[in-house]
């Protein structure tokens, strides 16, 4: 039996895993080459911390459980998130004063987007407007994984939504990983909100290096929530 387990240093909310990092680490035991394709991975529960949760292969992809309930799947995608357009990394850089989680923070010990991490151990992405509906920052990775690559497009494209005034939790994400990030090279994550529907907000995410190229991109659907659920 195969498991997968999330260090409590890779949390969103205070008692479960951040939700792309968690994708990221699923899709990253997927059969074949993970790298280049799409994958898609819906998260059904809060995934416990530092807890072994059995992984299953299956036709598609993989699962992962707890206590018998299903957590998460993942499966190779039909097709590719379409990619956010690119923002100058001097303007990236000069949103992240405005980064509304600086005010407000429905989880502000996030590993990806937590104001309250220290530098070197949350990522300390902190997006901001840059537009209608768009939001970018700058990221320079101390690590280069699949799972810390997924974690990264994943609170961008929720911090381009109003996450101060409808607080949401990742439910799906698909990604396409080109190839990882080099560590000490400086990045710029665009998030875009696309649209809205009932509990559901849609948005995406892309992650860009040196001449705009698309190092990975990513399409979530969060579900809005009370974080008190959560803490």
């Given at each position: 039996?195969?498991?997968?387990?999330?260090?409590?240093?890779?949390?969103?909310?205070?008692?479960?895993?951040n939700?792309?990092?968690?994708?990221?680490?699923?899709?990253?035991?997927?059969?074949?080459?993970?790298?280049?394709?799409?994958?898609?991975?819906?998260?059904?529960?809060?995934?416990?911390?530092?807890?072994?949760?059995?992984?299953?292969?299956?036709?598609?992809?993989?699962?992962?459980?707890?206590?018998?309930?299903?957590?998460?799947?993942?499966?190779y995608?039909?097709?590719a998130?379409?990619?956010?357009a690119p923002?100058?990394?001097?303007?990236?850089?000069?949103?992240?004063?405005?980064?509304?989680?600086?005010?407000?923070?429905?989880?502000?010990?996030?590993?990806?987007?937590?104001?309250?991490?220290?530098?070197?151990?949350?990522?300390?992405?902190?997006?901001?407007?840059?537009?209608?509906?768009?939001?970018?920052?700058?990221?320079?990775?101390?690590?280069?994984?699949?799972?810390?690559?997924?974690?990264?497009?994943?609170?961008?494209?929720?911090?381009?939504?109003?996450?101060?005034?409808?607080?949401?939790?990742?439910?799906?994400?698909?990604?396409?990983?080109?190839?990882?990030?080099?560590?000490?090279?400086?990045?710029?994550?665009?998030?875009?909100?696309?649209r809205?529907?009932?509990?559901?907000?849609?948005?995406?995410?892309?992650?860009?290096?040196?001449?705009?190229?698309?190092?990975?991109?990513?399409?979530?659907?969060?579900?809005?929530?009370?974080?008190?659920?959560?803490?």
């Amino acid at each position: 039996m195969t498991t997968l387990l999330v260090p409590h240093r890779f949390n969103g909310p205070p008692r479960s895993g951040n939700g792309g990092w968690v994708a990221g680490a699923l899709a990253a035991r997927l059969p074949g080459q993970s790298m280049g394709r799409a994958v898609t991975v819906t998260l059904r529960q809060p995934p416990p911390l530092e807890t072994p949760m059995p992984l299953t292969a299956t036709a598609n992809g993989a699962t992962i459980s707890h206590d018998g309930g299903l957590v998460a799947e993942a499966s190779y995608a039909e097709h590719a998130p379409t990619a956010v357009a690119p923002a100058p990394a001097r303007e990236a850089a000069e949103a992240e004063a405005s980064y509304p989680g600086h005010r407000t923070h429905p989880f502000p010990g996030c590993f990806v987007c937590g104001p309250a991490r220290r530098p070197g151990d949350g990522l300390r992405i902190f997006p901001g407007a840059v537009g209608t509906d768009r939001v970018a920052a700058t990221w320079t990775p101390y690590e280069s994984t699949v799972p810390v690559t997924w974690a990264a497009l994943d609170c961008t494209g929720g911090w381009s939504s109003d996450l101060e005034g409808r607080p949401s939790v990742l439910g799906r994400i698909t990604v396409e990983v080109h190839r990882l990030p080099r560590t000490s090279e400086r990045y710029v994550v665009v998030g875009e909100q696309r649209r809205l529907d009932g509990r559901k907000t849609f948005t995406a995410a892309t992650l860009y290096g040196p001449g705009d190229e698309v190092v990975a991109t990513a399409e979530h659907v969060w579900i809005a929530i009370d974080p008190e659920d959560f803490r």
